[in-house]
């Protein structure tokens, strides 16, 4: 796919055996022929739009002409910036069609026709195929900004994203890392924290949908959701493009909360995955011409499989981006029927209106019945640590305590707490927790290990009265002070 600032693809085209006034000639007999619309015809060149697609906009196909070889340019208008390769088919039509009429002319012929044009030609006072001039930086800095400003047909998507940078320029502002906010920052400015968010906080499964742990990570996302919404805002409108990235944002954080115990979620990625669901459900449907429709959809879903291919990587909230794909498109099927009848307004309304109730609905039923793992998982440290404490204390018990007392407390109140906390540490298995916190859990559960064997030694040494095993006992605390300086560090 070509993405750029004006997309556009450009070949030489050799004029053969013809001068420059017979293939203008013959240009514009070909131009007629693919019942594209000539708009400029000079000494030098042309210039024609192509035919309109229910996704894209004509294209304009420009000819310069030189001595021997005619440039031909075919650029997008409108405000697409992405053509996937339209352009190039645009400029393979038209010299496809020029090779195949061109047996049907004569030189003599053309000649006569470009005769018949002079007068017309020699009117115009000047001459605009001499006035495409390559963009200057003024031009080419006022293209890039109209990617952010509002136009015809293009309201919706730069408002989301300029709502994301104005949100990240005042978290930066505020004080906030512009490379690398932490995870305290992040919560106070509206992060998808389950603790908080299953609280008193719901507001955050749409808030996180507008912040950024990053000037990277906002840059990708915008980057993303520039494309896709000035790819699907023409189609569907500002309406239901609004409601599709609200609703499948909130779809992503619910999936979010559900899927981990504890994390803090933030990015408009989970909405933009809910885009392409949307945009991907389009593209199964005849809405979109058949030709292109085969090379989007690979596309799409090569970009949209990779990213979550790339999402397994800790640190990456996949299930918020599962959660956008897959209530995307649902949403996606569900705007079809009003997408085939722009004009019924009616319809357009009720469906995005049903679409927000039963999103809501289901968000709020699936929002009130989620366990609160992270609780649950606090809950769990805490009692540990209690366990722990009252385990370490047999260490300190006085010099004249009885051998029984210290061999039933040793036990009772030692042994036994360590092989709670194992039972604990064990139950914590079935909840999604971090990799960072499952790995220390394991760290945590060596520990437990070592302190019951060391405290089997300590019970044998206190039965038998002897010393025998002090250098054993030794040797277990320094792979417990270990595995605790591994667990610091980690």
Same mark, same amino acid.
């Given at each position: 796919?070509?993405?750029?600032?004006?997309?556009?693809?450009?070949?030489?085209?050799?004029?053969?055996?013809?001068?420059?006034?017979?293939?203008?000639?013959?240009?514009?007999?070909?131009?007629?022929?693919?019942? !594209?619309?000539?708009?400029?015809?000079?000494?030098?060149?042309?210039?024609?739009?192509?035919?309109?697609?229910?996704?894209?906009?004509?294209?304009?196909?420009?000819?310069?002409?030189?001595?021997?070889?005619?440039?031909?340019?075919?650029?997008?208008?409108?405000?697409?910036?992405?053509?996937?390769?339209?352009?190039?088919?645009?400029?393979?039509?038209?010299?496809?069609?020029?090779?195949?009429?061109?047996?049907?002319?004569?030189?003599?012929?053309?000649?006569?026709?470009?005769?018949?044009?002079?007068?017309?030609?020699?009117?115009?006072?000047?001459?605009?195929?001499?006035?495409?001039?390559?963009?200057?930086?003024?031009?080419?800095?006022?293209?890039?900004?109209?990617?952010?400003?509002?136009?015809?047909?293009?309201?919706?998507?730069?408002?989301?994203?300029?709502?994301?940078?104005?949100?990240?320029?005042?978290?930066?502002?505020?004080?906030?890392?512009?490379?690398?906010?932490?995870?305290?920052?992040?919560?106070? !400015?509206?992060?998808?924290?389950?603790?908080?968010?299953?609280?008193?906080?719901?507001?955050?499964?749409?808030?996180?949908?507008?912040?950024?742990?990053?000037?990277?990570?906002?840059?990708?996302?915008?980057?993303?959701?520039?494309?896709?919404?000035?790819?699907?805002?023409?189609?569907?409108?500002?309406?239901?493009?609004?409601?599709?990235?609200?609703?499948?944002?909130?779809?992503?954080?619910?999936?979010?909360?559900? !899927?981990?115990?504890?994390?803090?979620?933030?990015?408009?990625?989970?909405?933009?995955?809910?885009?392409?669901?949307?945009?991907?459900?389009?593209?199964?449907?005849?809405?979109?011409?058949?030709?292109?429709?085969?090379?989007?959809?690979?596309?799409?879903?090569?970009?949209?499989?990779?990213?979550?291919?790339?999402?397994?990587?800790?640190?990456?909230?996949?299930?918020?981006?599962?959660?956008?794909?897959?209530?995307?498109?649902?949403?996606?099927?569900?705007?079809?029927?009003?997408?085939?009848?722009?004009?019924?307004?009616?319809?357009? !309304?009720?469906?995005?209106?049903?679409?927000?109730?039963?999103?809501?609905?289901?968000?709020?039923?699936?929002?009130?019945?989620?366990?609160?793992?992270?609780?649950?998982?606090?809950?769990?440290?805490?009692?540990?640590?209690?366990?722990?404490?009252?385990?370490?204390?047999?260490?300190?018990?006085?010099?004249?305590?009885?051998?029984?007392?210290?061999?039933?407390?040793?036990?009772?109140?030692?042994?036994?707490?360590?092989?709670?906390?194992?039972?604990?540490?064990?139950?914590?298995?079935?909840?999604?927790?971090?990799?960072?916190?499952?790995?220390?859990?394991?760290?945590?559960?060596?520990?437990?290990?070592?302190?019951?064997?060391?405290?089997?030694?300590?019970?044998?040494?206190?039965?038998?009265?002897?010393?025998?095993?002090?250098?054993?006992?030794?040797?277990?605390?320094?792979?417990?002070?270990?595995?605790?300086?591994?667990?610091?560090?980690?």
């Amino acid at each position: 796919m070509a993405i750029g600032f004006t997309p556009k693809y450009v070949t030489s085209f050799p004029l053969g055996n013809l001068t420059p006034q017979q293939f203008i000639s013959l240009a514009i007999h070909t131009v007629h022929a693919l019942r !594209w619309t000539l708009v400029y015809v000079s000494h030098t060149g042309l210039v024609a739009y192509t035919d309109r697609t229910r996704i894209f906009p004509n294209g304009e196909l420009r000819i310069n002409l030189s001595d021997t070889h005619a440039t031909i340019t075919c650029l997008s208008t409108g405000t697409s910036f992405a053509d996937f390769g339209r352009n190039r088919k645009f400029v393979q039509r038209f010299t496809t069609k020029l090779a195949e009429i061109s047996p049907l002319f004569v030189n003599e012929v053309l000649e006569l026709h470009y005769e018949d044009m002079r007068p017309y030609l020699d009117m115009q006072e000047t001459d605009l195929m001499q006035h495409h001039l390559p963009e200057k930086p003024r031009e080419v800095t006022q293209n890039i900004l109209s990617f952010f400003l509002p136009s015809k047909g293009h309201v919706v998507t730069p408002l989301l994203v300029n709502l994301n940078i104005l949100v990240f320029m005042l978290m930066v502002i505020s004080g906030v890392s512009i490379s690398d906010p932490d995870t305290a920052s992040l919560i106070r !400015w509206g992060a998808n924290f389950k603790p908080l968010t299953l609280g008193a906080e719901p507001w955050r499964l749409l808030s996180s949908v507008f912040v950024h742990a990053g000037f990277v990570h906002l840059g990708m996302n915008m980057g993303a959701l520039l494309f896709i919404g000035m790819v699907l805002e023409p189609i569907m409108g500002k309406t239901r493009l609004l409601a599709a990235y609200l609703l499948t944002g909130l779809a992503a954080s619910l999936t979010s909360l559900a !899927w981990h115990a504890i994390s803090v979620s933030v990015g408009a990625s989970g909405a933009i995955f809910g885009l392409y669901g949307v945009f991907i459900a389009l593209l199964t449907t005849n809405m979109i011409e058949r030709n292109l429709r085969r090379f989007l959809l690979l596309s799409i879903v090569t970009f949209v499989g990779y990213n979550l291919a790339n999402g397994m990587t800790e640190g990456i909230d996949n299930a918020a981006h599962i959660g956008g794909l897959v209530s995307g498109l649902l949403m996606g099927y569900a705007m079809i029927p009003s997408l085939r009848q722009p004009k019924a307004t009616g319809r357009k !309304w009720a469906t995005v209106a049903l679409l927000t109730l039963l999103t809501g609905t289901s968000a709020f039923a699936l929002y009130r019945n989620l366990p609160d793992t992270a609780t649950q998982y606090e809950n769990s440290m805490r009692t540990i640590a209690a366990r722990e404490q009252k385990a370490t204390e047999v260490l300190v018990m006085p010099s004249d305590t009885p051998r029984d007392s210290l061999l039933q407390r040793f036990n009772q109140d030692g042994i036994a707490n360590w092989e709670a906390n194992i039972r604990t540490i064990d139950s914590l298995k079935t909840l999604r927790l971090p990799v960072s916190v499952t790995e220390r859990n394991a760290q945590l559960r060596t520990y437990y290990d070592l302190r019951i064997k060391s405290y089997q030694l300590y019970i044998k040494s206190i039965s038998e009265n002897t010393h025998r095993y002090d250098m054993e006992i030794s040797d277990y605390d320094r792979q417990m002070q270990a595995v605790m300086r591994d667990t610091a560090n980690n």
